[in-house]
């Protein structure tokens, strides 16, 4: 037995080094056929078991030579020495347990090769997927190279892809993101803004003066999204009009013509959004016969805002071709008095149309210049709605155009058309008003500075006004400030509307009530303001003497002084404060009475 | 904008009766608020008198349209029904025809009803009387003459006219907004 251990021994020290170089040559094999490896895990296995099965029959075929050779000499066949007889040859398992010391050592190293094998190949796959990340990383860290005024006059002259100039743009934003750290160090912030604005531009088609406004109003990122989205169109929107139906029925009817739609939002109980639609919207039968308007819910905002009630006198100043007025109709329950205005004739044509297809029956509609309607109509008005004519940079999307067909010279002149028309809207507007005390609404599609804010703060240091709630609780606050410029606080009161924030048009809404027939507003300091006011009160005061006395004579009840005691400042020498104007309202009758 | 003399004024209820007949009262007399027909540049416009009153002081030039346009009385004096006065007609309708879904289009694009697009028709319609054209769902969609009275529209075979075409609400649509004012 010891023999046969030592020789065997010998022969398994042989066997292991026969072995190790069929490990060496598996290791190799493992190397080159990884990925196959990967793929057939369950072939993987196979082979090992084969291997393993291959080597068994190996250990087998040399211990049964060992066996022949030792116990053919010795004796009889089935003795104690020679164990041969209890080796069944096919059964593995049996030849493991028999062969104890070197052939299990031999079996366990076969396993343990396995494993180790295994735990290489985990190892290599973990140090691989390191080197992936610090690639990444390298690459993500890598600095974002600004071209050059040379690089970019190279590109004049090859053909720049779209998908280039959007990678260029990423890139920039991410810079601008975190400038300390991601920008190269010899370029300018404003140099990043100039590429980026020039990049955009040429990509969505835009004048490169209109994306450098957009640029210092949003921010870089917010311009971006601002563009993209309004490249695309926003959902078709339809308002039921309930003058002649109410909005389960005609979503019923409209479904059953096979129209997909949805309500509008939770601040709608009127508007229906339109997703999916066999039919034009605008054919209908319902639609023919007035029992809803294709109206974007940006619009419907300005009018919910002016909420007027019925039995009011309203002014739409700018009406064609009659989507507001109708709306604005309806909330009145045809009870009452629109006069709808707009300048152009063949748009009023529209509103005509649409007013009689809907069914509303309380509308005037005329074809004034908006800006005379203040001396026309002078203290008239409950309510006055004013959506401006505008530059249109809210419904890019519904207009491409407008991307490069206006300038900022443009939206400069309709800034100063709107504040003509602000004025004459708030002259047309009666304060004494008792449903409302005189409220109106200025609204316009543009997302510009220059024809929103500034219009309504210039109204603000013309008018005696003040800003109220639009009662609109979704939509972005006015600016108050923008570069140089400051507006008055009270503007953060009015409400922007975004596509890429609401996925509505573009739209500023601001909510006005009228104060007093006066000319400036009472809390402004500035002497020069406090001489024109005297003046104009001087004058005022005059006429109201000579109404007085008509008055009296005629035994009709007379003007209140206290009432206007406010205005009558024209005792007060220029110098003194305004805050001491209540105390002095008793020398102004004395004065008055010496001279008159 | 000036009111209707007596002539204008005969003119335009004769018409009116034909698709009223005596609901033409209920015009005139309203129970809420006085109304009144005001002439723009030959077109009638019916108007109740507060809004009218607010329509004075816009000048003649600028004045577009007031309340609702009935029709327009034509060079040689005849009055003619426009669509915009559907609402009151359906309102006070005498003889009214209900067309199949089918031939709703038919005749929103301007053709006559004919008898396979028949569903219903007041009994007792004498021929050439004014009609008001309903839909299924009891939506006007315009007016006309009856081409046959009832009785002779039960006889009539298939292709034959039982409404010839006067406006319907197609026209909102085909460009009538010139029409409009």
Known sequence: MGRRSKSSRSKAKAKKQSLEELELHSMSENESNEEEKIVETGGKEKGISERKEHEKKDDESEDENECTIETNPKGPLFSDENTAWLRPTKNKILDLDEDDGDDINEKELEVER??????????????????EMSRTIAQETEIFHLPTMEELENEENRVVSPSEIRSRIESILEVLADFKSRREQDRSRSEYIHQLASDLSELYGYLPELMEYFLSMFGASETYEFVDASDRPRPLIIRTNTLKARRKDLATALMKRGVSLDPLANWSKVGLKIIESPVPMGATPEYLSGHYMLQSAASMCPVLALNPQPNEKVLDMSAAPGGKTSYLAQLMRNKGVIIANDLKL???????????????????????????????????????????????????????????????MDVKKNSHLQKELLLAAIDALNHKSKKSGGVMVYSTCSVSIFENEEVVNYALQKRDIKIISTTLDFGKPGFIRY????????????????????????????????????????????????????EEKMKDSKEKDRKRKVDASAGKETLKPNKNAKNDHFSIPPSFPKKKSNAKVTKPRRYKNSGS | MRPLTEDETRTLFVKLTEYMGKSIEKMINRSDERHCFRLI????????????????????????????????????????????ALEYLSQHAKYKVWVKPSSEMSFLYGNHVIKSGLARMTENTPQYAGVVVYSMSDIPLGFGVAAQSTEHCQTLEPSGNVVLHQSDIGEYLRGVEDDMC
């Open chain 1, 114 to 131: 396995q494993s180790r094998l295994i735990d290489m190949e985990m190892k290599a796959e973990k140090e691989e997927a390191k080197a």
């Open chain 1, 346 to 408: 063949d748009r009023q044509k529209a509103t005509v149309a649409n007013m009689h297809r809907l069914g509303v029956k309380i509308v005037i509609t005329c074809t004034h210049d908006g800006r005379k309607l203040g001396k026309k109509f002078p203290h008239t008005f409950d309510r006055i709605l004013l959506d401006a004519p505008c530059s249109g940079l809210g419904v890019i999307s519904r207009d491409p155009s407008v991307k490069v067909q206006r300038t900022i």
């Open chain 1, 483 to 534: 570069k140089e410029k400051r507006f008055h606080p009270s503007l953060a009161l009015t409400r922007r509307f975004y596509p890429h924030v609401h996925n509505m048009d573009g739209f500023f809404v601001a909510k006005i009530q009228k104060l007093s027939d006066g000319k400036t507003k009472h809390s402004l300091e500035s002497t020069k303001h406090i001489e024109q006011d005297i």
């Open chain 2, 41 to 84: 540049k030959d077109r009638v416009y019916y108007v109740s008198e507060s809004i009218m009153k607010t329509a004075n002081s816009v000048r003649r030039e600028d004045l577009l349209h007031v309340g609702v346009c009935l029709g327009k009385f034509t060079k040689s004096g005849k009055f003619r029904l426009h669509i915009t």
